[in-house]
């Protein structure tokens, strides 16, 4: 059974992976940046990273 996430909540991607069961002891994987399909619970998972090492602050990303 899949562990409940909060809504606006801050989650490492492991803990996301966990809690959805796509990561765990037998299948140790992390996917990294785009989508992940979960069809065991019809969900997709969208990962994207908001800080970028060597950006300015000045770039505004919209």
Known sequence: ???ALRVHGRYSRAEIEAAL???TADA???????VL???????DLL???L???G????CRRH
């Open 28 to 34: 140790p994987w992390i996917h990294r940046e785009g």
């Open 37 to 43: 399909w979960r069809q065991s619970s019809a969900t």
């Open 1 to 3: 059974m899949a562990e």
């Open 55 to 58: 950006r300015r602050p000045a």
């Open 47 to 49: 990962f994207i990273t």
């Open 21 to 23: 069961g796509v990561l």
């Open 51 to 53: 800080r970028l090492p």
